[in-house]
């Protein structure tokens, strides 16, 4: 359904042209569900922008992302349009700064269905009325009227979902869906998105920072670090076998009710930072927090190792690991 080749997401900033995207390649299956997980400014989100044809107008990209037997970097805008937010759906990070304060959210979800002529106008109401009862909007018929100010966090985050699937799309990407909301409404926003995509039937591309929320969310994960993917495969192999250093970084900083119970526990941390995007270093990206980091690392970009079937990471080192 989805096949991303070799993508490359280029950007001109102040400081120089840099590649914050490189080589990145994936399949999206009818039906199945993968999430992208990592630090902020590995490239996740531009990835996600660029399937939606939405890159900043400071970026270029190479590669090919092709749907449908369609390649969406060679489509122009008019094409695009009538695939996004119609075939392909997207809930946004930040509802507040995504939703427009000027308008209804009645009119923002009616919005989609009526530009790709999915209803009728003497019907929308009653469609938008019954994406809010799907979605969990107490009291839709008078939430149809509220601006997106009026609204909690995570009800502006249930009009978000709303949103994306009005036009019922083959494919949903939710990039953070759950950023700035607590764990309780969390878990309640994954769970409604989870629940939707089993329901109507779609593939979707889940985005977090948060590995245990990515595992508990799809079935196969991509670990992505300053821009390239480190580690990818099947959810339950991956998560059984962890092997990538950066993917077990990720892995140890996930909170357990072990640390809960034993106040002498700490959580434990990846040292370092993630480098500018006009400072990733040739070779291996993760070598300045690698412990495990070696002459050839410096030097050289390691390629895919299988670690078994349907997983694989990308590191010289995977014998000192394992």
């Given amino acids: 359904m989805l096949d991303i080749k ?21 399949k999206l299956e009818k039906g199945k569900t ?3 997980v990592g630090e902020s400014g590995c490239g996740k989100s531009l990835t996600a922008l660029a399937v939606m044809g939405l890159l900043p107008e400071n970026s270029w990209s190479t590669g090919e992302i092709i749907f449908n037997n369609k390649n969406l970097l060679s489509l122009n805008e008019d094409k695009l349009c009538k695939i996004r937010g119609n075939s392909i759906g997207m809930i946004f990070q930040e509802p507040m700064t995504s939703l427009n304060p000027l308008h209804t959210i009645g ?11 999915k209803v009728t106008r003497s019907m929308i109401k009653k469609e938008v009325l019954n ?9 839709p018929l008078k939430r149809i009227s509220s ?7 995570g009800q502006r985050q249930r009009v978000m979902i709303a949103m994306a699937l009005s036009c019922k799309p083959e494919i949903l990407i939710a990039d953070e869906p759950t950023t700035a909301l607590d764990v309780t409404i969390q878990k309640q926003i994954l769970d409604l998105i989870k629940d939707l995509i089993d329901e109507f039937g779609m593939s979707m591309i889940l985005i977090s920072h948060d590995l245990g929320v990515i595992a508990n969310n799809v079935q196969e994960i991509i670990v992505m670090y300053g821009g390239v993917c480190v580690e990818k495969g099947y959810t339950k192999k991956l998560i059984n ?10 892995f140890s900083a996930i909170p357990t009710l072990e640390m809960q119970e034993d106040s002498e526990q700490r959580l434990k941390t990846i040292p370092g930072s993630v480098p500018e995007i006009t400072e990733i270093p040739k070779g291996c ?3 300045g927090r690698c412990e495990y980091v070696s002459d050839i690392c410096v030097k050289n970009s390691p ?9 694989e990471a990308y590191c010289f080192n995977l014998d000192k690991l394992n």
């Fill in 6 to 26: 070799n993508l490359n997401i280029n950007l001109n900033t102040v400081y120089g042209d840099a590649t914050a995207v490189r080589n990145l390649s994936f």
């Fill in 34 to 36: 993968l999430g992208i």
């Fill in 107 to 117: 009119k923002q979800i009616a919005e989609p269905m009526i530009l790709h002529g």
């Fill in 131 to 139: 994406l809010l009862d799907m979605v969990g909007i107490p009291d």
């Fill in 147 to 153: 601006f997106p100010h009026e609204l909690s966090g």
């Fill in 241 to 250: 076998n962890i092997s990538h250093p950066y993917s077990q970084g990720l």
């Fill in 285 to 287: 990206t993760f070598q």
């Fill in 303 to 311: 390629n895919s190792v299988k670690i078994s079937e349907d997983h």
